[in-house]
């Protein structure tokens, strides 16, 4: 088996995915790299290229390779290699099951969940009465054509889109007059509305490895301004991420319960992360990512070392995970 490094893609998350794979990158430094391109070609890529790429969180990375062809000649080409595709990919095709579903149907080899459990995990709305079911608690969901009624009921509303992740998309509705951009974001996508739930953030991360799945440490997050967006998640040196936490036991313990049912209830693989909103009744679930970020400044990365797991043993963990079973 061969590792390749497969990042990218044409989705708004893309930039992230670079700077997850400069992580994964150092980390496998004989694996091959492939870069799916915003114009849907597959190309090999230059290491060098990628490492001194220094703004991925802002910039685009140029493409420095022969071209591979589109995604899905990429694929035959990584099953007919024996290739393990190592994602370092976030949302889009990669997290909604459509990557996962042209893997599974070419046979090739590949880290992350199937293409089942991606496509109901990419949908928060399904997830979030697929993890009620299991017993986790999670915000009231709330219509479009109630909001106006909504906002008088709960004085600040969350919205964000159903089917994206980075925080893309995401913001708050405190007064009337701004229900109307509300109203014109959920006419070009669907879009989740929330009562806003005042409380600390929160993120858990469960992890499969030998044959067990793991809950580790809960990170607590306290953003300068209060909002974990794009800026405060990627940009900003002001943003706290606390781990170990220092919530309470019990509610340390109630995260990762939470966690773990998330997990298994939406069929997730070898690895995933669920945030939270930590009130004075205890944790509430927001959402799930079958690909959470793996950049240096990465919450998943910090919960690893936390619980005593180098990067490098989670990625081998991972590859051997995904060929030990067919895909």
Same mark, same amino acid.
């Given at each position: 088996?061969?590792?390749?490094?497969?990042?990218?893609?044409?989705?708004?998350?893309?930039?992230?995915?670079?700077?997850?794979?400069?992580?994964?990158?150092?980390?496998?430094? +004989?694996?091959?790299? *492939?870069? *799916?391109?915003? +114009?849907?070609?597959?190309?090999?890529?230059?290491?060098?290229?990628?490492?001194?790429?220094?703004?991925?969180?802002?910039?685009?990375?140029?493409?420095?390779?022969?071209?591979?062809?589109?995604?899905?000649?990429?694929?035959?080409?990584?099953?007919?290699?024996?290739?393990?595709?190592?994602?370092? &990919?976030?949302?889009?095709?990669?997290?909604?099951? +459509?990557?996962?579903?042209?893997?599974?149907?070419? =046979?090739?080899?590949?880290?992350?969940?199937?293409?089942?459990?991606?496509?109901?995990?990419?949908?928060?709305?399904?997830?979030?009465?697929?993890?009620?079911?299991?017993?986790?608690?999670?915000?009231?969901?709330?219509?479009?054509?109630?909001?106006?009624?909504?906002?008088?009921?709960?004085?600040?509303?969350?919205?964000?889109?159903?089917?994206?992740?980075?925080?893309?998309?995401?913001?708050?509705?405190?007064?009337?007059?701004?229900?109307?951009?509300?109203?014109?974001?959920?006419?070009?996508?669907?879009?989740?509305?929330?009562?806003?739930?005042?409380?600390?953030?929160?993120?858990? =991360?469960?992890?499969?490895?030998?044959?067990?799945?793991?809950?580790?440490?809960?990170?607590?997050?306290?953003?300068?301004?209060?909002?974990? +967006?794009?800026?405060?998640?990627?940009?900003?040196?002001?943003?706290?991420?606390?781990?170990?936490?220092?919530?309470?036991?019990?509610?340390?313990?109630?995260?990762?319960? &939470?966690?773990?049912?998330?997990?298994?209830?939406?069929?997730?693989?070898?690895?995933?992360?669920?945030?939270?909103?930590?009130?004075?009744?205890?944790?509430?679930?927001?959402?799930?990512?079958?690909?959470?970020?793996?950049?240096?400044?990465?919450?998943?990365?910090?919960?690893?070392?936390?619980?005593?797991?180098?990067?490098?043993?989670?990625?081998?963990?991972?590859?051997?995970?995904?060929?030990?079973?067919?895909?």
């Amino acid at each position: 088996m061969r590792n390749t490094i497969l990042f990218g893609g044409e989705n708004r998350e893309r930039l992230v995915s670079v700077a997850s794979t400069q992580a994964i990158a150092a980390t496998l430094p +004989d694996a091959d790299l *492939w870069f *799916w391109g915003s +114009d849907g070609i597959v190309s090999s890529c230059d290491r060098n290229v990628l490492m001194q790429h220094s703004r991925p969180f802002e910039t685009e990375l140029p493409v420095s390779g022969e071209p591979l062809g589109p995604i899905e000649t990429a694929i035959e080409r990584a099953a007919r290699e024996q290739r393990v595709l190592v994602l370092g &990919m976030h949302g889009g095709m990669a997290e909604n099951g +459509d990557l996962a579903a042209l893997c599974e149907k070419h =046979g090739a080899r590949f880290t992350g969940s199937g293409s089942k459990a991606s496509k109901l995990a990419f949908d928060k709305l399904a997830t979030k009465e697929t993890v009620a079911k299991a017993g986790v608690s999670t915000p009231p969901t709330l219509t479009l054509e109630k909001a106006a009624s909504s906002l008088g009921t709960y004085g600040k509303l969350v919205a964000k889109p159903i089917a994206d992740g980075s925080s893309y998309g995401l913001f708050f509705v405190e007064k009337q007059e701004e229900l109307a951009e509300l109203e014109e974001a959920a006419q070009k996508e669907a879009y989740l509305i929330e009562p806003f739930i005042k409380g600390v953030e929160a993120t858990c =991360g469960v992890l499969e490895h030998g044959g067990k799945l793991i809950a580790l440490p809960p990170v607590e997050i306290r953003p300068a301004d209060g909002v974990f +967006d794009y800026a405060a998640k990627y940009l900003s040196p002001k943003t706290n991420e606390l781990c170990p936490s220092t919530f309470d036991e019990h509610v340390n313990i109630s995260l990762q319960e &939470m966690a773990l049912k998330a997990h298994s209830s939406v069929g997730a693989r070898g690895y995933s992360r669920s945030d939270f909103i930590i009130t004075a009744n205890g944790p509430i679930f927001l959402e799930i990512n079958t690909l959470p970020g793996l950049t240096k400044s990465s919450l998943f990365p910090k919960a690893l070392a936390a619980h005593g797991m180098s990067f490098g043993e989670f990625l081998q963990g991972q590859i051997e995970l995904s060929s030990s079973r067919s895909a």
